[in-house]
C-alpha cells in the first residue's frame, strides 16, 4: 500500500497546525512552506475542512487551525479524509471484482487482516503524539525567512545569476 501525495501532504498540514496550537495559518504559507501550488493546498484543506479536521477562518486573520485539540484528531482520521481507496486488491470492491480466484482465494482474506491492523495502529496515534518532538519539528517547519523578513519590512533579493 501508498499514500498519496496529497495524503502526506494532509498528514503534514495537520501536524503544522497542532505545532501552531490554535494559531490559523494562511494557505498561502502552507503552500510556500510545503513548496507545493496554493490550489492543491486549496484541495488538502478544503476535504480536512469536510471532514471537521479543521476549519476554515475568514477575514483579515484568516485562514485554517484546527477544529479540535490535536490529541482528538487520530491519523486513521486524517488518511480517511485524504484518501478516497484503501482497496489493496481488486476483490476489495466487488463493483470491480474481475479476479477470476475471487471465491477460492485466501490472499484477501489476509490482506483484510493487514489492513485492519493498520488502522488499528492509527488511530491510537494522535496529531499531539506526532508533534511530541515539537523542537525539532519546529527547526524545520516554522522558520520561515521569507516570510519573516517580509513581515520586519525587508526586501529579499533573488539571486537569478545562481539560479542559472
Known amino acids: 500500500m501508498k499514500l498519496t501525495q496529497y495524503s502526506d501532504l494532509g498528514l503534514r498540514l495537520l501536524m503544522y497546525l497542532a505545532l501552531r496550537n490554535g494559531e490559523s495559518v494562511t494557505i498561502q504559507e502552507m503552500s510556500e512552506r510545503f513548496a507545493v501550488s496554493r490550489n492543491h493546498m486549496v484541495k488538502i484543506s478544503h476535504h480536512l475542512t469536510k471532514a471537521g479536521l479543521i476549519e476554515s477562518i475568514r477575514g483579515r486573520n484568516g485562514g485554517v487551525r484546527l477544529a479540535k485539540p490535536a490529541a482528538d484528531i487520530n491519523v486513521e482520521a486524517a488518511l480517511h479524509a485524504t484518501e478516497d481507496n484503501f482497496d489493496l486488491v481488486e476483490c476489495f470492491n466487488p463493483a470491480h471484482n474481475n479476479c477470476v480466484i475471487a471465491g477460492s482465494c485466501k490472499l484477501s ?48 533579493r533573488i539571486n537569478r545569476q545562481a539560479s542559472k
Open 109 to 156: 482474506g489476509v490482506l483484510d487482516t493487514a489492513r485492519a491492523a493498520f488502522f488499528m495502529v492509527l488511530r491510537q496515534v494522535s496529531l499531539a503524539d506526532l508533534v511530541t518532538n515539537s523542537k525539532v519539528l519546529e527547526s524545520s517547519l516554522l522558520p520561515y525567512p521569507a516570510l519573516d523578513q517580509a513581515k520586519a519590512g525587508r526586501t529579499i
